[in-house]
């Protein structure tokens, strides 16, 4: 099967961890077999002459995952994208035989044109609050998806299902290409995030508005380095705000600069060289129990690192121990990063028995293809 895979902002933002949920989708579709194309649009934000150096960056960043040469762009209305770069045509991209997107507001023309649709959710609660808002205009798709276990859920969330029938997939990984690998002497737990995140304000009700930011999010947590029993670094952007970096470091993390892991195989190599994973997560996430579980972990479980992450709502397959340990507050975020640090062979071994059983790829991406390809 032919299958178009909307990679949404790819063009402008290949940054790491961003680029890497739709590798992990099209890694995973090729070894089901399927022919996949990478499409993006070409916003009318990019200045002209900027844009052969945008394409450039991403086409480097994809070539080492062997997806440089089934890259198809567009306008923002629709339109081909003239290119100095030997692109696939955009025929290539709407004769798919299936269109599975990840981007929140695909030109109405490109969309129109599959007769196969399934829209994609990474981020459950906010999308639909955006959609309410007016910020996107999705359209209309055969088949709806989201990362988020708020459908099994939907009497404890706040989650507006607009309308359509959400089915739950966990964050597919490529598990090829993230192997086990073995934390060295001085590793971290650690995570890759934003951290301020200009205009990322919510609001709950008319109003009621709140912080939505990672920042806000660790204020929970935010003297728990100096009572851990590893260490914990943060790798955010923090460039021109030496204060906010040295109330961090006075408080014992360490930090990374988050643009030196812009390049996928950087941002691996970052993962896979932790000790594990520690974050919280958005505040809306967890206000909406929204049952968010993030494609970041998914790899860091994948490469057998345990995680410590704040839940987001209830699961019918994530435990709040072993591999994947879940906190509330900051006692219990406590808890367990000793319990994972007390028994850290078996919880390396237990994150990747999780990400097996239920993330990889293989097993998750064959239920969305038979459910889009029946709509």
């Given at each position: 099967m032919r299958i178009c895979l909307s990679a949404p902002n790819t063009l402008g933002y290949p940054a790491g961890g961003h680029v890497w949920v739709f590798i992990n989708w099209a890694l995973g579709l090729q070894s089901l077999g399927h022919e996949v194309i990478w499409f993006d649009v070409v916003e009318d934000k990019y200045p002209a002459e900027k844009v052969p150096g945008l394409t450039r960056r991403m086409l480097d960043r994809l070539r080492p995952f062997g997806l440089d040469k089934q890259v198809v762009l567009c306008g923002h209305g629709g339109e081909k994208h003239p290119s100095e770069f030997p692109l696939r045509d955009l025929e290539d991209a709407t004769s798919c035989d299936l269109l599975i997107n990840l981007r929140y507001n695909l030109p109405r023309p490109i969309l129109n044109a599959f007769k196969h649709t399934a829209m994609i959710d990474i981020d459950?609660?906010?999308?639909?609050?955006?959609?309410?808002?007016?910020?996107?205009?999705?359209?209309?798709?055969?088949?709806?998806?989201?990362?988020?276990?708020?459908?099994?859920?939907?009497?404890?969330?706040?989650?507006?299902?607009?309308?359509?029938?959400?089915?739950?997939?966990?964050?597919?990984?490529?598990?090829?290409?993230?192997?086990?690998?073995?934390?060295?002497?001085?590793?971290?737990?650690?995570?890759?995030?934003?951290?301020?995140?200009?205009?990322?304000?919510?609001?709950?009700?008319?109003?009621?508005w709140y912080d939505n930011s990672k920042q806000a999010a660790f204020q929970m947590v935010i003297d728990i380095p100096k009572e851990s029993p590893v260490p914990l670094e943060l790798c955010i952007d923090t460039i021109g705000y030496p204060d906010e970096l040295g109330l961090l470091h006075g408080k014992g993390w360490r930090t990374h600069l988050s643009t030196s892991v812009d390049d996928p195989q950087v941002y691996r190599r970052y993962v896979q060289n932790s000790l594990g994973e520690f974050s919280c997560a958005k505040p809306a996430y967890v206000r909406m129990n929204s049952g968010?579980?993030?494609?970041?972990?998914?790899?860091?479980?994948?490469?057998?690192?345990?995680?410590?992450?704040?839940k987001t709502g209830p699961s019918d397959f994530l435990p709040d121990a072993k591999g994947c340990y879940r906190f509330t507050d900051y006692a219990g975020a406590l808890q367990s990063l000793q319990a994972m640090a007390n028994d850290y062979d078996a919880a390396c071994k237990a994150a990747r028995g999780l990400a097996e059983e239920f993330l990889d790829a293989k097993k998750v991406l064959p239920k969305v293809l038979e459910i889009a390809m029946n709509a």
């Open positions: 459950p609660g906010q999308f639909q609050k955006a959609v309410e808002w007016g910020t996107y205009d999705v359209g209309e798709h055969g088949s709806y998806f989201t990362v988020g276990e708020w459908t099994n859920y939907r009497h404890l969330s706040k989650v507006n299902d607009l309308g359509k029938q959400w089915t739950h997939i966990p964050p597919p990984v490529a598990l090829e290409a993230w192997p086990v690998t073995p934390a060295p002497p001085d590793a971290a737990m650690t995570t890759v995030s934003g951290w301020y995140m200009a205009g990322q304000w919510m609001s709950e009700e008319k109003d009621v968010w579980l993030s494609d970041r972990t998914a790899c860091y479980l994948a490469s057998g690192k345990p995680v410590v992450i704040q």
